[in-house]
Each structure stands twice: as structure tokens, then as C-alpha cells.
């Protein structure tokens, strides 16, 4: 949350390189989206594993969160930084 | 196996066929080992599909998260178990803690995801998550704590249950 804390609210987090997430994984994505949204920012996601995607689905959070293919694709819409 | 904790002693042994037992000491270090052997015994079955592995990895590694944390909180040593069965049509999981207890019906249900108030649920996901992505799960209260029962059917047995 490093970036927050220096005035950027409108962040990308990759997680193209993960294959595997849990509740606790899940916890701290909302965390993190939580506190940019606070500050009138947004938090997207780049999700390339289906099997991580399917996790944030059963979770109902596809509907909380905007995925993305890319990190390009994500600045494409809208965030600044990752 | 061991690197020096006290009760780090790992056991892994076949009971009768088709049944595997795996104990592990209650540190969260051992809940990617838990992952991997589910997963490696659920492929044992050719009928078991590549995504439903990938959801019961899930689906354990939260149940064992779960009962090392009960054991923490508890401040129990004792090892948790996790036992494999494996039928013909399904897997079947179950971890047993010894955490004293737990009461399914406390987890609080999660507000609609359009709702504000579900970003204020950082943690609590891991039971929804387990009752979503098994086919079946039970969590008892035995005598001296709880077990997690996890199945995952094989594709044939979800296809044989669709066709009624």
C-alpha cells in the first residue's frame, strides 16, 4: 500500500503470476481495494489463472472487482499505477 | 521428517486401500503439503476433473488453515489429520482438529457483493469458500474438536447425477 500512502488511489495489482489463492489471499485484495476506495480511488486486477478467477467468483467478487487481461489493458481503463 | 520443532514429525500412511492419511504438524508451513498430496490422490482417479482437483485444493488447504488456527488458538500441539478416501466416483476429505470446537452456524453470512458492508468481510470467506467448491461439506463437532468433510465428485458421477 505503499503507493497510497503516496497520493496514488487508482492502482493495477498484478496477479498474473499466481496460480493458487485462498481466503487469506482474497482478504487482503479487499483490503487493499477497500482503502483506495476510501480515498475515492479503485483497485484492478490482472487475473490470468481461471482457477484464481473462479475463486474470486465463488466469492461473489467478479462483482466487486474489474479484472483485466493485462496490465496494459487494466491502464487502458482508467489506473495509473500498478 | 524433521527440522528441529518439537511435534514436527509428518506421517504419511495407507490405512486400506483407497483411504490416506496424512498428519501434519499444526504450523501453516504444511498447508502446501496438504494441498499437494489431495491433489496427487485425486488424480489417481482418471474420472476426476482437472477443475474440480483445483477446487478441492482449495477447499482443503482452508479447512486445514482453519484447524491450525483452532489449534493455535487453543494452544493444542497435537498434530491435525487429514484422511483421504477415495471411492470411484468421488474423493472424500476430512480434517480433524482438535481445536475444541467450532460453531458452523456463527460464521456470519456475507452481505451482497453490491452491498458496502462486503468489503468489511476481509476474513470469514474460508468456510463459503469450502461449501462452494465441495460437492458435500459437513463440519461436526467430534469429542475433542472438529471435522472439515470435503467430497468432490468424478466427472462421471456429476454427469450420471445431472441425467437424474
Known amino acids: 500500500m505503499a503507493e497510497v500512502r503516496v497520493g496514488n488511489h487508482q492502482l493495477v495489482l498484478d496477479l498474473s503470476g499466481v496460480d493458487f489463492i485462498d481466503s487469506f489471499g482474497l482478504g487482503v485484495v479487499i483490503g487493499a481495494l477497500k482503502r483506495v476506495r476510501i480515498l475515492d480511488g479503485d483497485l484492478r486486477l490482472v487475473v490470468a489463472e481461471p482457477r484464481v478467477r473462479r475463486v474470486f467468483e465463488v466469492c461473489d467478487l467478479d462483482r466487486v472487482f474489474d479484472f483485466h487481461v493485462s496490465v496494459e489493458a487494466a491502464v487502458e481503463n482508467g489506473a495509473v499505477r500498478r | ?164
Open chain 2, 1 to 164: 521428517m524433521s527440522d528441529g520443532h518439537p511435534g514436527d514429525e509428518m506421517a504419511v500412511a495407507d490405512f486400506r486401500p483407497g483411504e490416506i492419511v496424512l498428519e501434519i504438524p499444526a504450523r501453516t508451513e504444511y498447508v502446501s503439503l496438504v494441498r499437494v498430496v489431495v491433489a496427487a490422490a485425486a488424480e489417481i482417479e482418471p474420472d476426476m476433473d482437472s477443475a474440480r482437483i483445483d477446487d478441492l485444493r482449495v477447499a482443503v488447504s482452508e479447512a486445514t488453515t482453519n484447524a491450525i488456527v483452532a489449534h493455535d488458538l487453543h494452544g493444542v500441539s497435537d498434530r491435525i489429520r487429514i484422511q483421504c478416501n477415495l471411492a470411484d466416483d468421488e474423493i472424500a476429505v476430512v480434517v480433524h482438529d482438535q481445536g475444541m470446537g467450532f460453531e458452523p452456524d456463527e460464521v456470519p453470512i456475507l452481505p451482497e457483493p453490491d452491498s458496502p458492508e462486503r468489503l468489511l468481510h476481509e476474513s470469514g470467506l474460508g468456510v463459503h469458500l469450502m461449501q462452494m467448491l465441495a460437492d458435500e461439506s459437513e463440519i461436526s463437532a467430534t469429542d475433542d474438536g472438529t471435522d472439515v468433510r470435503l467430497v468432490v465428485y468424478s466427472s462421471k458421477r456429476r454427469r450420471r447425477d445431472s441425467d437424474g
